[in-house]
C-alpha cells in the first residue's frame, strides 16, 4: 500500500542578519545577500506498509514526522527518492485546512467533505452520520471561529473518517478535545484497521501508540533511529528519552548551582 525509497526533504532556510527594511535595501544593492543553508527534515527514508498494518510514528517535535506524514499525504514531494502510495488516503494533518472559519459548521462539511472527494450527494446521504459521531448537533449552524480546537477536530475526524479510507493518516489529532470523544474516536480507528485500512498514526503519547499500532517508527532528526514490532520500540525511545533528559537536568546551570 505505502512503499517509500530513500526518501529526503530539505529546505532553504534564510537567515536575514540586518532586521531593518533599509539595511536590508542597501546590503542588496550592494551584492550581500542573506545567509542561506539547507535543512534536512528528512533523509533517506525506506519504509513499506501493507494491508492492515498500522505504523506509529514517534519522536521528539521536529523530528521529521508532520513532515513524512505530508510525504505520503503528496501534500509535499521529496527532493530525493520514491514515494508509492495505492488506494483512497483520508489525511487528518493539518485540521484547519479545507475549513473556512466564516462559514458554519454544516457548510463546512460540505466545503471539506468536497475536498475528500465527496460528491453532493454522497455528503447529503452522510451527513447526518457525520453530525452525529461529531456530537455538534446543536452547534453545526454556528460559524467554525466560534468552535474550540476540540470541536474543530471532532467535526475533521468525523469527516475524514466517513471517506471510508483506504489508508488513515493522523496526526496527534486524539491530542485535543475531551475523553469521551478521544475513546470513541480510538473505537473507530481500531475498526478501521481490523477492516484492513492501513493506519499511520503521529502522537507523544506512548500509551495511545501502543493500543493502535502494531509497527514504530522512530525518527530523529529526519532520520531513523529504530523501526519495529511496538513492543520493542517504544520501551527503547522511552529509554533513550529519560537519558537525554537526566543529561540535561545534569548540564543545567541551576543544578550546577544546587
Known amino acids: ?58 519522536g521528539s ?8 506524514l505530508k510525504v505520503i499525504s503528496g501534500v509535499i514531494k521529496p527532493a530525493e527518492g520514491l514515494v508509492s502510495v495505492k488506494g483512497k488516503t483520508a489525511p487528518l494533518i493539518d485540521l484547519a485546512a479545507g475549513f473556512d472559519d466564516e462559514l458554519s459548521g454544516s457548510e463546512n462539511i460540505f466545503l471539506n467533505a468536497s475536498i475528500l472527494g465527496f460528491s453532493r450527494r454522497e455528503i447529503e446521504e452522510r451527513f447526518d452520520k457525520i453530525v452525529d459521531f461529531s456530537e455538534l448537533k446543536d452547534f453545526i449552524d454556528t460559524p467554525l471561529k466560534n468552535y474550540s480546537s476540540g470541536m474543530i477536530a471532532r467535526l475533521a475526524f468525523s469527516i475524514a473518517t466517513e471517506v471510508d479510507p483506504d489508508m488513515l493518516i493522523i496526526d496527534e489529532v486524539l491530542a485535543v478535545g475531551d475523553a469521551h470523544f478521544k475513546q470513541k474516536s480510538k473505537e473507530r480507528i481500531l475498526e478501521f484497521r481490523n477492516r484492513g485500512v492501513v493506519i499511520l498514526f503521529v502522537s507523544h503519547d506512548m500509551e495511545q501508540v501502543s493500543n493502535l499500532c502494531n509497527k514504530v517508527l522512530w525518527l530523529d532528526h529526519g532520520k531513523i533511529m529504530m523501526t519495529g514490532e511496538t513492543n520493542e520500540v517504544i520501551p527503547e525511545y522511552e529509554t533513550y528519552q529519560s537519558g537525554r533528559k537526566r543529561d540535561e537536568n545534569s548540564s543545567s546551570p541551576l543544578r550546577k548551582l544546587g
Open 1 to 58: 500500500m505505502i512503499t517509500l525509497e530513500g526518501v529526503s526533504v530539505k529546505y532553504r532556510i534564510v537567515e536575514e542578519r540586518r532586521r531593518s527594511f533599509q539595511a536590508h535595501v542597501i546590503n542588496y544593492l550592494k551584492g550581500k545577500r542573506v545567509v542561506k543553508h539547507t535543512l534536512w527534515a528528512l533523509s533517506s527514508i525506506s519504509l513499506d506498509l501493507g494491508e492492515g498494518e498500522s505504523l506509529g510514528i514517534i
Open 61 to 68: 517535535n521536529g523530528a521529521g514526522k508532520s513532515t513524512l
